[in-house]
């Protein structure tokens, strides 16, 4: 018979057996796992850069809030800037902008829109159309045939170059090419011009529809302007303009009813002004013609503005500026 004393000392010995175990289990199964005990992570402080104090000369005070109390007297070095100054900067450089225009030397974009090129190259498109048909008519009509492609060629040229958003810039160079060509071989209006006239008229109208012109040789890298641009036509196209500005000019209800077709001629005179001094063009090196082709160009950018705010005034006088020049040129290198 067990007595109550031995009970009490096996019961003793068992609970420190319990304690033991449950403060060994913890470490036991955290080595047959692989486990390590993770290590705490210690916060970093971040050091903070102490405000900065200011010596004798400054106006703030060790525990002033404002760092200066005169910007321009304590903290900013050298002279103020000149408004005045700036302001005759900015004069000299639009007048720069202005005389670069009446020279030729801007870009294509601030010269002549891109939608003004585009609607052009739809006005010759569709003549091609009406006049490239059968070959009789070819052979009556070839001039103005010509006509039309010489100004496409002068067109897609002008595409290929321009420094801004506009149609067919990826098949300028092919349609530039094949268009110069079409222009040679419809000058006499013989058989073989009609044939490949009639295939630039459906390329053209498949391009103007949004669709692709491919030409089996590969365009120049860069455009021969005395090849691309022939003088003739651009001034039969010249004329053409300067006729239909006197009677959209002639007094201020016609103005009013022909906005955007002064505009449109505008811009083609100020292209084909530029074109004719480029080099390889013939004359081009020529001062007095030179002047005189300024003189048009600066005076059809005149056009496009007064026609834009519609300032009737000033775009009779553009208008009778342009006459002008022409009849100046012609006086003395027709």
Same mark, same amino acid.
């Given at each position: 018979?067990?007595?109550?004393?031995?009970?009490?000392?096996?019961?003793?010995?068992?609970?420190?057996?319990?304690?033991?175990?449950?403060?060994?289990?913890?470490?036991?199964?955290?080595?047959?796992?692989?486990?390590?005990?993770?290590?705490?992570?210690?916060?970093?402080?971040?050091?903070?850069?102490?405000?900065?104090?200011?010596?004798?000369?400054?106006?703030?005070?060790?525990?002033?809030?404002?760092?200066?109390?005169?910007?321009?007297?304590?903290?900013?070095?050298?002279?103020?800037?000149?408004?005045?100054?700036? &302001? /005759?900067?900015?004069?000299? $450089?639009?007048?720069?902008?202005?005389?670069?225009?009446?020279?030729?030397?801007?870009?294509?974009?601030?010269?002549?829109?891109?939608?003004?090129?585009? !609607?052009? %190259?739809?006005?010759?498109?569709?003549? %091609?159309?009406?006049?490239?048909?059968?070959?009789?008519?070819?052979?009556?009509?070839?001039?103005?045939?010509?006509?039309?492609?010489?100004? #496409?060629?002068? #067109?897609?040229?002008?595409?290929?170059?321009?420094?801004? !958003?506009?149609?067919?810039?990826?098949?300028?160079?092919?349609?530039?090419?094949?268009?110069?060509?079409?222009?040679?071989?419809?000058?006499?209006?013989?058989?073989?011009?009609?044939?490949?006239?009639?295939?630039?008229?459906?390329?053209?109208?498949?391009?103007?529809?949004?669709?692709?012109?491919?030409?089996?040789?590969?365009?120049?890298? $860069?455009?021969?302007?005395?090849?691309?641009?022939?003088?003739?036509?651009?001034?039969?196209?010249?004329?053409?303009?300067?006729?239909? *500005?006197?009677?959209?000019?002639?007094?201020?209800?016609?103005?009013?009813?022909?906005?955007?077709?002064?505009?449109?001629?505008?811009?083609?005179?100020?292209?084909?002004?530029?074109?004719?001094? *480029?080099?390889?063009?013939?004359?081009?090196?020529?001062?007095?013609?030179?002047?005189?082709?300024?003189?048009?160009?600066? /005076?059809? %950018?005149?056009?496009? +503005?007064?026609?834009?705010?519609?300032?009737? +005034?000033?775009? +009779?006088?553009?208008?009778?500026?342009?006459?002008? +020049?022409? &009849? !100046?040129?012609?006086? !003395?290198?027709?």
């Amino acid at each position: 018979m067990i007595s109550k004393t031995h009970f009490q000392s096996d019961a003793t010995v068992l609970f420190k057996i319990a304690v033991v175990l449950l403060l060994v289990a913890p470490i036991l199964c955290d080595n047959v796992a692989g486990q390590e005990k993770p290590t705490p992570q210690k916060v970093r402080r971040v050091k903070r850069v102490k405000r900065p104090t200011f010596g004798n000369g400054t106006g703030a005070q060790p525990n002033d809030p404002l760092f200066f109390r005169d910007v321009y007297a304590e903290a900013i070095i050298g002279p103020r800037p000149d408004a005045n100054a700036l &302001a /005759a900067d900015s004069k000299v $450089t639009s007048d720069d902008q202005a005389t670069s225009v009446s020279a030729g030397r801007d870009s294509w974009k601030t010269l002549v829109d891109a939608a003004a090129i585009e !609607d052009e %190259v739809k006005a010759q498109q569709q003549a %091609v159309s009406r006049l490239v048909t059968t070959p009789v008519v070819f052979q009556t009509k070839f001039g103005e045939v010509n006509q039309c492609f010489e100004m #496409l060629s002068v #067109l897609f040229a002008v595409i290929r170059q321009y420094d801004g !958003d506009i149609r067919w810039s990826k098949h300028a160079p092919a349609a530039q090419m094949l268009f110069q060509k079409a222009a040679v071989s419809s000058r006499t209006g013989a058989a073989t011009g009609f044939h490949f006239c009639k295939t630039r008229k459906e390329e053209l109208q498949e391009l103007v529809r949004g669709g692709s012109i491919v030409a089996t040789d590969p365009a120049p890298e $860069t455009i021969d302007w005395s090849a691309a641009a022939n003088r003739s036509p651009l001034m039969v196209r010249l004329e053409s303009a300067n006729e239909n *500005l006197k009677k959209y000019t002639a007094n201020q209800n016609a103005f009013r009813g022909a906005g955007g077709d002064i505009d449109q001629e505008a811009n083609m005179i100020a292209m084909m002004a530029r074109v004719i001094l *480029l080099e390889g063009m013939p004359d081009a090196e020529e001062d007095d013609y030179v002047a005189f082709a300024q003189q048009m160009q600066s /005076a059809a %950018v005149e056009l496009k +503005s007064a026609t834009q705010t519609g300032d009737f +005034s000033r775009a +009779s006088a553009a208008t009778n500026q342009i006459g002008q +020049s022409c &009849a !100046d040129c012609h006086a !003395d290198w027709r």
